[in-house]
């Protein structure tokens, strides 16, 4: 499955953002999803996970409350809502499937990846 990312940018502190994914060349429902983020000279980190039907999600305990993954099967595209954010959320966001269920929290588990969308965070 393809994956190709959009709606990153430049946000001040305290703003929000929304980032999407969508996918083809694929049975999206197959693939629970996720999203990580990779800053300069930092690992990737998971950041959030959806399952296939969407009902069960799960964060990193430094987005839990301020984030929100959902997904719309009808449209192949996997969301991240990002309110309140901190310059430390500075990062590139990649979307990814997996066949893990219900979802994967690392990274190795995930078969498919997008390109990247850049979110700077000012302070």
């Known amino acids: 499955v393809q994956l190709v990312e959009s709606g990153g940018g430049l946000a001040q502190a305290g703003g929000s953002l929304r980032l999407s994914c969508t996918a083809s060349?694929?049975?999206?429902?197959?693939?629970?999803m996720g999203w990580f983020r990779q800053a300069p000279g930092k690992e990737r980190e998971f950041v959030a996970g959806i399952s296939r039907g969407g009902a069960i999600t799960g964060y990193a305990d430094s987005v839990k409350g301020r984030f929100t993954i959902s997904r719309d099967n009808a449209k192949n595209t996997v969301y991240l809502q990002m309110n309140s954010l901190k310059p430390e959320d500075t990062a590139v966001y990649y979307c990814?499937?997996?066949?893990?269920?219900?979802?994967?929290?690392?990274?190795?588990?995930?078969?498919?990846w997008g390109q990247g969308t850049q979110v700077t965070v000012s302070s």
């Open positions: 060349g694929g049975t999206f429902t197959s693939y629970a």
């Open positions: 990814a499937a997996t066949i893990s269920a219900p979802y994967a929290t690392t990274a190795p588990a995930y078969d498919s």
